[in-house]
């Protein structure tokens, strides 16, 4: 999204230099309706991981940062971290070690205030994007995301409650993706995972700073995901050059607010099908309602101007 881009910048980690495809805006489809709107600032980038693990990693050799690739660290304890055989002191330790944080629980902070989950899987597929935007296309229970990836290329991405529906037979609640695909060569395998909306209690304690997934999350629905992690460590920085970790504690919990608001928006309307289908009438009559909405999801209006957005479709919803 344009804010992780942008944050990513100010890590020096150069996204535009990927080999992606940027993308526009958001559009949403779904019970015979579709709206669409720009992003108020910059653009989106749909890019392989793969691509943006390389990229990170050269980012992270330039700045002086030594990669143990292939070791194993088997716990920590005051100072000292056991990295295969040998003991390393440190200062701090940051826990970047995702959603099944192993660090999380040596660091005594596994207590949740909220912890929800959906299922994810993802398929390439070789064709040529057929919009500049990507596309939530919402079905009864769940999400297909399709992003555009390379000029000949599309990522589309399952979500749902149920751990068992797989791409196939998604696609045939969404016949209008499918045919765009029919005939398009699948060209990764389908990959699958969780996908959680967890809030941790804290996310410090004494030397130990949780970062990205590890210190806690919001649904994929909300594509806010690696926007987070940048910011998180650039508040980790802030807070390391303070010597005081109880600084990236405070802004923490104030980074995820609008991200788990939203988030919790968007997964009210994936479990109430009538409510979903009269705010996307809702949008189609009002487009400005929905551009303003993704304007505030990617931090360009305020939570007033949220609140009043709100109203504006609130109304709409009455009279749709």
Known sequence: MPDGIATARALGIPLEDTAGQPFRGIRFVGNGVSVEADFPNGHGLGVRRTALHNIMVDRAVDCGVRLLWGTRVSGFSGETVVVDDRSIRTRWIAGADGGNSIVRRWAGLKEFERDSRRFAFRRHYRTAPWSEFMEIHWGDGCQLYVTPVASSEVCVVLISRDSHLRMEDALARFPEVRARLAGAAISSRERGGVTLSRRLRAVVNRRVALVGDASGSVDAITGEGLCLLFQHAMLLAHALEKGDLSVYQQEHRHLTRRPEMMADLMLLLDRRRRLRSRT??????????????????????????????GLALGWQLLTA
């Open 280 to 309: 996307l009438r809702a949008f189609a009559a009002k487009p400005r309602l929905f551009a303003r909405m993704l304007h505030t999801h990617v931090g360009e209006l305020s939570y007033f101007d949220f609140a009043a957005n």
